[in-house]
């Protein structure tokens, strides 16, 4: 799976179009489902990435906030980037906010109590009338595809006063924050804006209403849903069975539930039934620890408290995303020299669901950050042609581990060793299986360059360089370049 953008791509890089160009490259190498944007109308217009909901129905058709198309382009672009992935045999999941808006049309004057920001079960004031962003009447779009207008009854809160120009948590009264949150702030309901009201049933309509005419206009195949902490867990499950069964389609579904403790994830997973799966956010966070730890981290148990380890079934694996980017709120930017490290682990494994980041393959340029395409290209073919049959992990050392990948007949030539290193270069002993016995196999990435001999009982001695990975696979193999 790639993650197909980036937090600081701009207007002019036309990524639908992007997309529709780069479709067939990413189906050769063996990718299956891309992950791209929001593609409705933000707050920012054509400078918002997509996370400040605006109008859902706005896929870049319509003259508001200040222009026709969204960051990524049009509507016409966008459908033709969904059609050009599922041409290519690639599934395309849709990027969708739930829990908030913003850039609302006007304000309303609404009777609020003011919760401590740092302890949300505690009220801080009286009842008292604020005046709050509440009013979405989308008059760009005139009603186009659904007359629906957002006031304050569809709203939890905000977390701005007009009134008394005053930045707070402001519930309002008669209201209460959802309980199956995640209980970080004593509750985390509110996230950012206009906080959407799940309890009110036209509000919960009116989103599956919205759900079935973007399914039906994009054709998508699933959904990544944002900010899932920050909504009653409950409702995932009525969405998207109301959705599967309407549509008869599986539509693949990932949650963002952004916390680096794992009975939380569970915890999600469980009150939904599995009707999602999670990214593995512990993972990502044994990376980033692992990547600043000048070769003192303790490699045997990168995969401890991670989801993956846990639920490989409900686990999609990642090393950065768009949130934790330099300069972004959930910055923990994995050090790039342990980054090959990092996707080997995710992408040469058994377990788990791969995600590659558009910001690693391509680089960032605004934060001078360099394309990583030709070592993650090589990751990427490796797990499409090598990484088949019975896995035999080696995490027998604080700096270097390795596993084995035995191969199957259904994939000729498949099968590898891999081994990698947190600090100084070396070798491991592993046992590769009884396909790859008494061949020569070499390292795909080629920071090694001496051949690896493989006896009779497939056991080898494999090298490593210090901070690096090496995937071992045959030497004659058809797919080197």
């Known amino acids: 799976m790639m993650q197909y953008f980036e937090w600081y791509l701009k207007p002019e890089d036309d990524l639908w179009n992007k997309v529709i160009s780069d479709s067939s490259y990413l189906s050769s190498i063996g990718i299956s489902t891309v992950w791209l944007p929001p593609a409705y109308k933000g707050s920012a217009g054509i400078h918002d990435t997509g996370y400040g909901v605006y109008d859902l129905y706005d896929l870049g058709e319509f003259m508001q906030k200040g222009d026709v198309r969204t960051k990524y382009g049009t509507k016409e672009e966008y459908i033709h980037a969904v059609k050009a992935l599922q041409g290519n045999g690639i599934e395309v999941l849709a990027d969708i906010v739930l829990n908030h808006r913003l850039g609302a049309d006007g304000l309303e004057d609404v009777i609020a109590i003011e919760d401590n920001p740092l302890n949300r079960t505690q009220g801080i004031s009286e009842p008292r009338t604020i005046r709050a962003w509440t009013k979405y009447n989308f008059a760009g779009r005139n009603d186009i595809y659904s007359s629906f207008k957002w006031n304050w009854t569809h709203f939890h809160g905000v977390d701005w006063d007009e009134l008394t120009q005053k930045k707070s948590i402001y519930l309002f009264y008669g209201k209460h924050w959802d309980e199956q949150v995640d209980k970080e702030n004593g509750n985390f309901d509110y996230l950012m804006g206009a906080d959407v009201d799940l309890n009110n049933v036209d509000v919960v309509n009116e989103l599956i209403t919205w759900a079935k005419w973007y399914l039906d ?15 009653r867990s409950s409702f995932f499950k009525e969405f998207l069975d109301t959705l599967r069964e309407d549509t ?4 693949f579904s990932i949650g963002e539930y952004w916390s680096a403790n794992l009975e939380s994830l569970k915890q999600f997973l469980k009150e939904t039934k599995n009707a999602v799966s999670l990214f593995d956010v512990p993972l990502h966070y044994n990376f980033f620890n692992a990547s600043n730890s000048n070769g003192c981290y303790d490699m045997r148990t990168i995969l ?30 994995v050090q790039p020299w342990f980054k090959p490290l990092a996707y080997a682990i995710i992408l040469l494994r058994d377990s788990g669901t791969p995600c590659l980041f558009f910001g690693d393959y391509y680089g960032i340029p605004e934060k001078n950050i360099l394309p990583m395409k030709k070592i993650l290209e090589k990751l990427v073919l490796a797990r499409k042609y090598f990484a088949y049959g019975p896995q035999t992990d080696y995490f027998d050392h604080s700096n270097i581990i390795g596993w084995v990948r035995e191969g199957d007949y259904d994939h000729p030539d498949s099968g590898m060793a891999v081994i990698l290193s947190d600090g100084p270069g070396g070798s491991k002993v592993m046992n590769v299986g009884k396909r790859l016995a008494n061949h020569v196999l070499y390292d795909f990435t080629g920071n090694v360059k001496e051949p690896v001999y493989i006896d009779q009982e497939g056991n080898g001695i ?13 030497e004659n193999n058809i797919y080197v370049k």
């Open 217 to 231: 206009q994009t054709h998508v195949d699933g959904f990544r849903l944002d900010a899932v902490k920050h909504i």
């Open 248 to 251: 008869g389609k599986k539509l």
């Open 304 to 333: 401890d408290g991670t989801l993956v380890k846990s639920n490989s079934e409900k686990a999609i694996t990642f090393v950065d995303n768009h949130d934790t980017e330099p300069g972004q709120s959930l910055e923990s930017w």
């Open 462 to 474: 494999f090298y490593t360089n210090g901070g690096s990975v090496s995937v071992w696979v045959k």
